[in-house]
């Protein structure tokens, strides 16, 4: 199917982006890389008369480190640039494998974080690597910026805590610690460009006199509408030098907290099957980084 008719605005700045989001509301659609609104756009349902397009407003590309205080990347910032970001690779590792994962080279160059996070689908892959790093985002409008964590603004199945008028700016990401590790795992049938059916992330932060947990995010992928924390099994670990028997409990509960659909892909069972094998290597990744 073609594309239906819409007027294209092309802001150069975040004022222009603020004020056209303001004049047009709810008629009115950001258009970032497009790879998932002009593919959702060819079936009925979402027509706006207006696209939006932030690609020249420059204050919302940039991507920045600070060794003190994190990562804040740009909402509209491509994914290959953030993969091609050092500190991404050496710092965020649970990140950068969530991200390499996206798509194909044509999505990554196409495709933002911003685009991943607002389209608010289950199965997409950074919202559970950024919220086991305690991603922070900052919302902007002509009323003004405000911040929110991200699993506050991820709300359920294509849901977000955006209100008609405003854009997302930045995501902000604390820097990890120094004895600290991450990985993200998924599981999907065949090798590429097919969506996961079920993943994990994991941020741990080791105490290296007796290996202990100072601190640990559990976040499970694709086993409900929107990313999970893990909360108890996180409890379970905190404080503890993980052995078989704990970790074994710890991931009882990831099950058990674990919301995942039946469908032609795979059962709810087996997908609670997989999450357990997944929070395990996703653990032990990140735990053997943090300890090393
Ligand atoms: C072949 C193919 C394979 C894919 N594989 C994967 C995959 O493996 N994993 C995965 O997670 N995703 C995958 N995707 C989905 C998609 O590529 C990603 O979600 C991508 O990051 C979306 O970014 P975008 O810039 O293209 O967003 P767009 O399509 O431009 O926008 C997506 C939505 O977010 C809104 N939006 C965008 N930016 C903002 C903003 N700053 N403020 C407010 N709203 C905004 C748009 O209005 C729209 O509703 C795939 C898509 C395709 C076509």
């Given at each position: ?184 795992h ?91 094998v997944l929070?395990q290597r996703a653990?032990g990744e ?7």
């Open positions: 199917m073609y594309l239906p008719r819409f007027q294209y605005l092309a802001p150069a700045g975040e004022a222009e982006l603020a004020s056209m989001l303001a004049e047009h509301g709810d008629k009115a659609r950001i258009l970032a890389g497009g790879t998932d609104l002009l593919v959702q756009m060819k079936a009925p349902g979402l027509w706006p008369d207006y696209l939006i397009d932030i690609r020249n407003v420059a204050e919302l590309s940039s991507i920045e480190f600070d060794d003190q205080d994190g990562l804040t990347v740009g909402a509209s910032a491509k994914l290959e640039n953030i993969l091609n970001t050092p500190a991404v690779a050496e710092r965020y590792h649970g990140l950068y494998q969530a991200i390499e994962t996206i798509g194909a080279r044509q999505i990554l160059t196409m495709g933002s974080m911003g685009g991943n996070i607002c389209n608010a689908s289950p199965a997409a892959d950074s919202p559970p690597a950024l919220m086991s790093f305690n991603a922070q985002v900052t919302i902007g409008s002509t009323q003004g910026d405000k911040e929110m964590a991200l699993e506050d603004f991820i709300q359920g199945n294509r849901k977000t805590a955006l209100e008609v008028g405003e854009y997302l700016k930045s995501i902000f990401l604390p820097a990890p610690a120094a004895k600290s590790g991450s990985a993200y998924y599981f999907r049938v065949r090798g590429g460009m097919e969506i996961a059916m079920v993943a994990a992330a994991v941020y741990v932060e080791a105490d290296l006199a007796d290996k202990s947990l100072k601190d640990i995010k559990i976040v499970l992928g694709v086993v409900g509408p929107t990313p999970i924390r893990a909360l108890e099994a996180e409890d379970m670990l905190t404080g503890q030098t993980p052995d078989e028997d704990l970790l074994a409990k710890a991931l009882g509960s990831c099950a058990a907290v674990s919301k995942p659909i039946d469908d032609f892909r795979a059962s709810a069972e087996y997908r609670r099957e997989i999450l357990k929070v653990f990140a735990y053997t980084i943090a300890t090393s």
